[in-house]
Every structure is written in structure tokens, then in C-alpha cells.
């Protein structure tokens, strides 16, 4: 008998009771190796097993981008929207994407769902729940305000309804977070005004704003004025940029919008100058290499140049994006990078230190999540 096991949150746990567990391993993986009873090695769990249980953050996921297609049509039901799909399959079957613009509309489509406060609590805490079986210590999400005021539902239950979940998530899986307010690009400076406006009342609830959706043509310079005002109000910055847009956009992004780190930032290794400076600022890249693959910034996961960057000295994360549509959670991505790239053991590790510098973290707290990486490194062999 061979029973499969996975390292989760520094234990070891029966892969079967974790909540991302997708049925069987393959049996040569599962158990290549005897499994010593009674010791936690780390060939018992195999390089899936370390990963994730990797005490790691995620900084770059869409909350809107982990709805599942169940939880789509419950919610449907739910609130009365009719949808265009008519089963759980037929939706996976349309998440075909051409670029970013062929994702986002099916995007906002499916965010129609959502309604009720308790809508945007069921689907935070089904992601904080699925996240703390990836390991995920740390988690920043980002949330689209605009996507939801403007069909007329109240920043208020969006706001409040993420936070009772990140509250509960805190709670029962010890999982620290943190809310991240995305302004939509194609949308005008005007409307981002509005929506920061609107959310001041919720500042305390809110760690940072970012810039998302259709990138070229949307430059970052365009959100100047409103960026100003959110740091003004002690809102910390990031934004997508270089993830389709040019290396100019991640400029911008620096030198205009004062980011933090840069969402994708794929794009950057065409400029030299630019990889110089990321690298001498250690300003994180927050990477989603599913995501990049599905939306064909990258022709293959093999294509991907994350190593290349990592190995430049940059500061590289690994994350998911939007899991519910590009086929992955955070320990997915690591997963899948690490197999198509081959990404050594140490490698691994620094990219969850990485994830822990590039957190905005007090640094008691960063240094305590350092701490139990390293014991878990320590105890995993
Ligand atoms: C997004 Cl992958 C991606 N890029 C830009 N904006 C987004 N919003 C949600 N997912
Ligand atoms: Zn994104």
C-alpha cells in the first residue's frame, strides 16, 4: 500500500485532505521511493510534496479571477443572471484564450455573478482556503472595484465582504493578508478618481492600489494624478506593466506611478537598462507563469524567461493570477515552472524568499515568516 502524503504548512498531512488535492498522483511519483514511517524525509514527499508545503506568499491574484465554474453557476442560481453557458463544462470549454483581451472578456462576464456581500465572502474564503493547502502564509490580493460599481453594486459590500473573508482566513488558517485596489485601465482617469473617492471611507481595510486590465494603449502615465492621490493617503503602489505593453510601460510605472513592484513585468528583459535597474532596486517582479502561457505572452512554460531573470539577480515571485481560469493555484505555477524549467531545489527556495522580501510586510512579521521557511528547508532535508 502506498499512501501519498504532502508537506502542508510545515506538517505532513495525507494529500487527501487537502483542499487542492486533484485525485491520484501518478504511482511512479507517488511511490518511487519506500517511505520511511514515522520520519518526514524529503524524498518521502518528492519535489510536489516540498513545494507545496513551501511557506510561501502570493502577491499577484485576482480575487475575481478565482471564481470556479462551480461556484459560477451556484451564484448564478443564487442571484437569478442568466448565463450563456449551460453546464460547469461548457464554461472550462470556452476558457480558450487568443491574448489578454480574449481573457478579460470572459472575465467581466463571469464577475456578473457576484452580487451579495456574502457572494464576495464565499469566494475570497474559498481561495484562502484553497491558497493555505499551497502553502500560502501571506496573501495580497487584488480586487477590480469598477467591475462591480459600475453594474451598481456598493464598493461597500465588495469591500466588507473580502474582509470578513481575509478575517476568517486569518482566523481558522493562520493566513496574514493584505487588499490590494485595482484601477481599470481602460477605464478613464475620471472613473479611477471616483473610485478612490468612494473607497476612502474603507482606507483602513485597504494595504495598496494597483493598475489592471488591457495594458497597451492604457499607459501608466495615464493614472498619474490619481496614483499621487493614493500615496498621498499612505496607499502603497503597484501595477501591471511589460506583461503585454512595452518596456516603457514598466518605466512609467517606476518613475510616474513610484510602483513597488511590478505585476508581470515579463517584458522588461528587452531593455537592459531597465533589467539593470530592477535588479539594483530589488524591485520585485511578481510573475504568473500559467497565466503568461494561456494567454500567449509565452509560446511554452519552457519559453518562460523567469530563470533567465532570477538568475540575472532579479527579484522574481511566483504566482497565479486569475487560478480559476488559467488552470492553477500558486503551488500549480510553482509546479509546473519548475518541472518545464527545471528549476533546482535552491532555486525554489529563494523564490519563496523572494516572495517574502517583495511582501509589504512589517518586518517582525517578515522575518518570522523567514524564520519558518528556513526550518522548514531545515526539516525537509
Ligand atoms: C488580468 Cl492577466 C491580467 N492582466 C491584466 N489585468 C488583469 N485583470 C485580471 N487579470
Ligand atoms: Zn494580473
Not at 481602460?186 to 495594458?215: C, I, N, W, Y
Not at 486569475?322 to 492553477?328: C, E, I, K, R, V
Amino acid at each position: 500500500m502506498c499512501l501519498r502524503f504532502s508537506l502542508s504548512m510545515g506538517k505532513l498531512v495525507p494529500r487527501d485532505l487537502l483542499t487542492h488535492a486533484k485525485g491520484p498522483m501518478p504511482l511512479r511519483k507517488a511511490c518511487g521511493r519506500a517511505i520511511l514511517w514515522g520520519e518526514q524525509r524529503r524524498e518521502d514527499v518528492g519535489m510536489e510534496g516540498f513545494i507545496r508545503g513551501l511557506p510561501k506568499a502570493e502577491l499577484h491574484v485576482h480575487i475575481e479571477g478565482t471564481l470556479e465554474p462551480e461556484m459560477m453557476f451556484d451564484l448564478a442560481r443564487r442571484n437569478n443572471v442568466p448565463l450563456r453557458f449551460g453546464s460547469v463544462e461548457e464554461i472550462r470549454a470556452a476558457y480558450e484564450f487568443s491574448d489578454l483581451q480574449s481573457f478579460l472578456d470572459i472575465y467581466y462576464e463571469g464577475a456578473r455573478v457576484l452580487h451579495a456581500e456574502q457572494d464576495f465572502f464565499d469566494l475570497t474564503f474559498a481561495y484562502l482556503q484553497r491558497a493555505a493547502g499551497d502553502g500560502v502564509r501571506r496573501a495580497e490580493i487584488f480586487f477590480d472595484p469598477q467591475t462591480h460599481t459600475g453594474r451598481g453594486i456598493p464598493i461597500e459590500t465588495v469591500i466588507t465582504g473580502i474582509n470578513r473573508a481575509l478575517e476568517a482566513g486569518r482566523a481558522e488558517f493562520g493566513i496574514s493578508s493584505g487588499l490590494i485596489m485595482c484601477f481599470l485601465r481602460h477605464l478613464s482617469a475620471e472613473s479611477a478618481h471616483e473610485t478612490l473617492e468612494m473607497a476612502l471611507p474603507f482606507r483602513p481595510l485597504l494595504l495598496a492600489v494597483g493598475l489592471d486590465s488591457s495594458e497597451v494603449g492604457n499607459p501608466p502615465e495615464k493614472f498619474d494624478a490619481v496614483f499621487g492621490w493614493a500615496r498621498r493617503e499612505g496607499l502603497l503602489v503597484v501595477a501591471h506593466a511589460g506583461e503585454e505593453g512595452p518596456p516603457d510601460y514598466v518605466w512609467k510605472a517606476l518613475d510616474v506611478l513610484h510602483a513597488r513592484r511590478v505585476d508581470h513585468g515579463v517584458r522588461a528583459e528587452e531593455d537592459p537598462d531597465l533589467l539593470f535597474r530592477l535588479a539594483e532596486e530589488r524591485i520585485p517582479l511578481t510573475m504568473c507563469p500559467l497565466s503568461n502561457v494561456k494567454l500567449r505572452v509565452f509560446p511554452s512554460l519552457a519559453e518562460h524567461n523567469l530563470k533567465r531573470l532570477l538568475k540575472q539577480g532579479l527579484v522574481v515571485t511566483i504566482n497565479s493570477d486569475d487560478p480559476a481560469y488559467f488552470g492553477g493555484y500558486v503551488g500549480d505555477n510553482y509546479v509546473a515552472a519548475s518541472e518545464a524549467l527545471g528549476l533546482t531545489r535552491g532555486e525554489l527556495i529563494v523564490l519563496a524568499k523572494n516572495s517574502f522580501e517583495a511582501a509589504f510586510l512589517r518586518v517582525e512579521e517578515r522575518r518570522a515568516f523567514l524564520a519558518e521557511l528556513d526550518r522548514y528547508v531545515e526539516a525537509s532535508g
